[in-house]
């Protein structure tokens, strides 16, 4: 399973966004609570247009490398992934293997939002999903990164396994 980078928060869980911004003593114009140097509102960063990823993948789907794509919406790594799978099969999904971006340990650490909350709510970083054959992971990431600029940077994130459902591993690295 392949990771391509997300812009942002992309859209997702923006009720607990309002929610934990409500209950923090920043509003949306405050400056950027985690960056001293950034010029941006916390306001401007979290509705950071989504990134678009059809220009990265097309070229890989038309070669017909790719076994699912799941776009991490509402619902997060929890409820999206499973319904690029075949029933028989889950996922492990290794956290520890792309940076957290900054907006999402804020939230996290500002509205005291779970791990596995987050897995399911956020896209934490992780804006596409790539399901692709292992024999085929040296090429398609290869394919992938050479259109990073129109889409995101890739990464390893994981791999299909027997059974159901999404195991999401080192959640204790998003403390």
């Known amino acids: 399973m392949l990771g391509l ?14 929610e934990i911004v409500a209950r923090s003593p920043y ?3 405050s400056p950027c609570p985690w960056s001293s140097t950034s010029t941006q509102t916390l306001g401007r960063v979290l509705v950071e247009p989504t990134r678009i990823y059809v220009a990265q993948v097309l070229p890989v789907c038309r070669r017909g490398l790719i076994k699912g794509l799941s776009h991490i919406t509402g619902g997060g790594f929890i409820e999206n992934v499973p319904r690029v799978l075949p029933s028989d099969l889950g ?5 520890s293997t792309w940076p957290w971006p900054d907006v999402f340990k804020w939230l996290k650490t500002q509205g005291g939002v779970t791990g596995l909350e987050m897995a399911r709510t956020f896209n934490n970083g992780i804006g596409m999903v790539v399901v692709v054959d292992e024999k085929e992971k040296e090429r398609v990431v290869e394919m992938l990164r050479e259109r990073e600029g129109e889409g995101g940077e890739v990464y390893e994130i994981g791999k299909v396994v027997k059974g159901k459902g999404v195991e999401m591993r080192n959640l204790e690295m998003w403390a």
């Open 5 to 18: 980078s997300s812009s942002g928060v992309h859209a997702n869980g923006f009720s607990l966004v309002r």
């Open 27 to 29: 509003t949306y114009s």
């Open 91 to 95: 996922c492990v999904i290794d956290v």
